[in-house]
């Protein structure tokens, strides 16, 4: 297979998709390797789909793919152990189309994406590991594959190897990932009649919500989960620092939190009967700005999860991933027009542009974030119970009148957390997210 | 937390190609995990329950339902004693939904 290529692509995830697209739809000659027996059979995600950064790869990409339900309604749950005090954005608007979000099921839609890629003209490999890099001296000039004669050369490999990063990290280019940098989550999808999630969500055809969750469901951890309506399924899952879960004194196992949360008195109702017909494991980048690696060299970028590019903070990552690949795509294109070789001076300008793009403008905005909650489980135990206690408290009708219900509430706060303690608590979000 | 988990029946639910004798994560020395590992936070951070504790300290560790996350890996990086590369092409943990 001593073949050629202008490019090659590892992965076939949304970023790997969406820079194999890009290239071959200019004309490039691309080669993407897949170790899954087809594209989206390794790749996991919640899954929420943000067209905005699909439509700029492929415009009328509602015509054919396979989406589950446009969401209209955001749920927001903070929830002790019995109880969650929650805000709901539900809005009309988002029933116009075209529509800004979507649930998708991740091993129908990479199977989709992938097929776009094959008619733009690249060629894709499955079932093909790629070992490692091929290096000429410190220049990537192809990949080794675990086939028999499986050295393929390029002039520019895109890394788009998932979240491990195995290809860079092996070359040296970063070293091992932290656990305090990656979030380990699992979920279940769960089969349902359409019509039962229709009712029980309270919408119609083709409408979804999704349903964001922090509180006592991680056990003091740093993490949150998540319920999303697929067209006739459900997606639950629970994510964690991987660094917390490493050193919880419960010991507790991922999956044993993701059914204690299917146990709770307030999701339990939703997902009753459920069919559950998959478990997947996962790990999301979630160290942020200070993590992202270098992401470009002679003959190599990085796209995608791969490079870190996750915006923890409000759950995206395929889009960042999508973004990442298509202008790493653009970079080279624009590069090869030039005649430029493919070395680090000229793969810089990926670079400029994801700094110049909401890709890492939100990545710095939230810089702070993971270190302001790495300092203050609080946010993640000792809160969410208090809020639901105060709910409670104002809430129960009993006789109590209501100013002694206030002071209640606010002893309570400050009987769990001093004054300074609230105000620290307070300033570090506000510092973090401003 | 009285919630009786079986990984097992989860994991029963997943399609996989199993690379039968090629195992893709290895222990690289097991003496290591029994002797100067106090948490082996492997045996229950693992999402499929890969690895258990045995009585008598040891750690084994059986791939075939790996969901190939990479959590132990990295959870190991004081001791880097886990041998960890993807299932050989088209190997390993097939998901039908992810």
């Known amino acids: 297979m001593r073949e050629r290529f202008d490019a090659i692509v590892v992965g076939a995830g949304p970023a790997g998709n969406a820079a194999a697209y890009t290239m071959a739809k200019a004309g490039l000659k691309v080669l993407q390797i897949e170790r899954g027996e087809y594209p989206g059979s390794k790749n996991v995600q919640g899954a929420i789909l943000y067209s905005d950064a699909l439509e700029r790869i492929i415009p009328d990409f509602r015509e054919d793919a396979p989406l589950e339900r446009h969401i209209i309604e955001q749920r927001l749950w903070v929830l002790d152990d019995r109880s969650f005090v929650g805000t709901h954005f539900r809005s009309d608007d988002y029933n116009k189309p075209p529509f800004n979000r979507y649930t998708i099921i991740r091993a129908q839609f990479d199977r989709w994406f992938s097929q776009k890629v094959r008619e733009a003209g690249a060629m894709l490999i499955c079932e093909t590991t790629v070992e490692h890099l091929l290096m000429d001296g410190q220049r990537v000039v192809g990949v080794r594959c675990d086939r028999a004669g499986g050295d393929v050369m390029a002039d520019v490999v895109v890394l788009a190897d998932g979240v491990n990063s195995t290809l860079a990290r092996k070359a040296g280019f970063h070293p091992e990932i932290q656990a305090q940098n990656v979030a380990l989550a699992v979920k279940e999808i769960l089969f349902l009649p359409e019509e039962t999630i229709r009712s029980r969500f309270n919408v119609g055809e083709d409408e979804g919500v999704v349903i964001e969750m922090v509180g006592k469901i991680t056990d003091g951890l740093v993490g949150t989960g998540f319920l999303y309506t697929n067209k006739e399924s459900l997606t639950i899952g629970v994510g964690c620092i991987l660094d917390d879960f490493k050193n919880n004194p419960k010991r507790t196992a991922p999956y044993a939190m993701l059914d204690r949360m299917k146990q709770h008195p307030s999701i339990a109702p939703l997902i009753e009967g459920g069919e559950m017909k998959e478990y997947c494991a996962h790990l999301i980048p979630e160290g942020g700005f200070f993590a992202v690696p270098r992401v470009h060299g002679d003959g190599w970028l990085i796209v995608g999860d791969s490079g870190g590019f996750v915006n923890a903070a409000h759950r995206e990552g395929s889009n960042l991933a999508m973004t990442t690949g298509r202008l790493a795509a653009e970079t080279i294109i624009e590069a090869r027009a030039a005649g430029k070789p493919m070395n680090a001076a000229t793969l810089k300008s990926y670079k400029a542009r994801i700094d110049d793009s909401f890709v890492m403008k939100d990545l710095h905005k939230y810089r702070h974030l993971p270190q302001a909650l790495e300092r203050s489980p609080q946010f993640f135990s000792a809160y969410p119970e208090l809020v639901n206690r105060a709910a409670q408290t104002l809430f129960t009708v009993d006789g109590v009148d209501k100013q002694s219900k206030e002071r209640e509430i606010r002893s309570s706060f400050r009987a769990s957390r001093s004054l300074t303690g609230l105000m620290t608590d307070a300033f570090r979000l506000w510092r973090a997210t401003r | ?98």
């Open chain 2, 1 to 98: 937390m009285n919630v009786e988990v079986n990984v097992e029946e989860k994991l029963y639910q997943n399609r996989y190609r199993i690379d039968a004798g090629r195992p893709h994560i290895r222990i690289k020395q097991p003496d290591l995990c029994k002797n100067d590992c106090k948490s082996q936070a492997c045996t229950f951070v693992c999402p499929a329950g890969c690895y258990k504790a045995e009585g008598n300290r040891a750690v084994t560790l059986i791939t075939d339902g790996c969901l190939e996350c990479g959590s132990c890996r990295i959870i190991c990086h004081d001791h880097a004693n886990v041998d960890w590369e993807y299932p050989r092409g088209g190997h390993g943990v097939l998901f039908k939904f992810g």
